[in-house]
């Protein structure tokens, strides 16, 4: 198979679909791999060294979609990407669509079969696609607070860890799935007072054997989640419900309540955000202040450590990479993982929970009528 790898072009977006050494696992296997120059750039891998490791390298974009067959990327596809496409290529990427109507009627348009990474499953019921990138987020959450809860970017002056004599700021996370495990395990191990909120009994009694009380675990309320915010100083979503968009648990009303120069840090923001006053952001231009209320709300956390992310990011993605390349649609009937991957085909959304959050009733022709509304 003819596989390409595009430059990626959303804001602050360092990393890149396929790293080098997965270049060399499938270009080993007699596959092609087409990349843009400077592609890799983000990660310090110039094309000489795409290049050794079996590519061929073209000069732009458009080079890459004409002559591919599967293209491998990692954020969602911009609209001069998905006008790019066409009816025979297959796209694996993060897609998000459920809060993103705009771009599912681009990738319905255009004929070609989408593969979220968001969406392919794992024999646990895991999403191991997501997780190696929930885990980045999850840490860097946590490194995004403690900058802006300083006083000269708009916080309350808060250290996360205190000093002695003096208490550790109050973080309180929304979720306790792999984003909300990272995030509170370097919270507290910045000497943070840290609680974990979340829905399933089962994974807080997990959580608290793990971090053997090092953190409070409380299960998910109205009352419980706006008792734990109110008293916070810095709260991170960390919720998610695989294709869906993300639940709006802290309101706009509440904000008014909380402390001044709290720190909101929506990593659920790629699913539309778990706060109702969030609205995606990017490293350039990182937060924004709502009734008081620094919100930090960047759409590609891990674009901002490219050299870790991708790497992580390959490693997981890799093994699906080789099948669809080896084997193209047919891998979905070998592999149902993968196959629940699958967001958008001929036309039509196919995932149950993106379709359900798009409004879409499963016929391609309203499916369109509805995401130009």
């Given at each position: 198979m003819r596989?390409?790898v595009p ?5 602050n977006?360092?990393?890149?679909g396929?790293?080098p050494?997965?270049v060399?696992e499938?270009t ?8 843009q120059?400077?592609a890799?750039?983000g990660?310090?891998?110039d ?6 490791a079996g590519a061929?390298?073209v000069?732009?974009?458009?080079a ?5 067959e599967?293209i491998?990327k990692?954020k969602?596809?911009q609209?001069?990407e998905?006008?790019r ?6 796209l694996f ?6 809060p ?7 990738l319905?348009a255009?004929g070609?079969?989408?593969i ?9 019921g895991?999403?191991?696609l997501?997780?190696p ?5 999850g ?5 995004a607070a403690?900058l802006?809860?300083r006083r ?7 250290l996360m860890g ?8 109050k973080?309180v996370?929304?979720?306790g ?5 990272n995030a509170?395990?370097?919270a507290?191990?910045?000497g943070?007072d840290?609680s ?5 009994l089962?994974?807080?009694?997990q959580?608290d054997?793990m971090f053997?009380?090092?953190v409070?675990?409380?299960a998910?309320t109205l ?5 734990e915010v109110?008293?916070a100083d ?5 919720v998610?419900v695989?294709?869906?968009?993300a639940?709006k648990?802290?309101t ?6 909380m402390?001044q120069?709290a720190?909101?840090?929506d ?6 955000g778990?706060?109702?006053t ?7 231009n990182p937060?924004?202040?709502?009734d ?9 956390m891990?674009g901002?450590v ?7 990011l ?10 669809l390349a080896?084997?193209?649609l ?7 993982h993968l196959a629940?991957?699958?967001n958008?085909?001929g036309g039509?959304?196919?995932h149950?929970a993106v ?14 009528a509805?995401?130009?509304?």
């Amino acid at each position: 198979m003819r596989i390409g790898v595009p430059t990626e072009i959303k804001s602050n977006e360092f990393r890149v679909g396929l790293v080098p050494g997965s270049v060399r696992e499938l270009t080993a296997r007699g596959h092609e791999v087409i990349v843009q120059s400077g592609a890799g750039a983000g990660i310090f891998a110039d094309d000489a060294t795409y290049q050794k490791a079996g590519a061929r390298v073209v000069a732009n974009a458009d080079a890459v979609f004409d002559q591919a067959e599967m293209i491998v990327k990692v954020k969602e596809p911009q609209k001069v990407e998905w006008e790019r496409l066409k009816p025979h290529h297959i796209l694996f990427t993060y897609l998000h669509l459920a809060p993103d109507p705009e771009q599912a009627k681009g990738l319905m348009a255009s004929g070609a079969t989408a593969i979220a990474y968001e969406t392919v499953t794992d024999a646990a019921g895991g999403l191991p696609l997501l997780a190696p990138m929930s885990e980045v987020a999850g840490r860097l959450s946590i490194e995004a607070a403690a900058l802006a809860l300083r006083r000269p970017t708009g916080g309350r002056g808060v250290l996360m860890g205190g000093v002695p004599g003096v208490k550790p700021a109050k973080v309180v996370v929304l979720g306790g799935g792999v984003v909300g495990t990272n995030a509170a395990r370097m919270a507290v191990g910045l000497g943070a007072d840290v609680s974990i909120i979340d829905r399933s009994l089962p994974r807080l009694r997990q959580l608290d054997d793990m971090f053997q009380g090092r953190v409070k675990t409380y299960a998910s309320t109205l009352d419980t989640i706006e008792t734990e915010v109110l008293a916070a100083d810095v709260v991170v979503g960390a919720v998610l419900v695989a294709g869906a968009a993300a639940p709006k648990l802290v309101t706009r009303r509440m904000l008014k309540d909380m402390k001044q120069g709290a720190v909101l840090v929506d990593v659920a923001i790629d699913q539309g955000g778990c706060f109702e006053t969030s609205k995606a952001t990017t490293h350039a231009n990182p937060t924004f202040e709502v009734d008081g209320i620094i919100h930090y709300c960047v759409a590609n956390m891990p674009g901002g450590v490219p050299v870790t992310s991708a790497q992580a990011l390959n490693n997981a993605t890799l093994p699906f990479v080789l099948k669809l390349a080896e084997r193209g649609l047919a891998a979905f009937d070998r592999d149902p993982h993968l196959a629940a991957g699958l967001n958008v085909k001929g036309g039509r959304i196919m995932h149950h929970a993106v379709a359900a959050s798009l409004g879409f009733d499963g016929h391609p022709g309203k499916h369109l009528a509805v995401a130009a509304e």
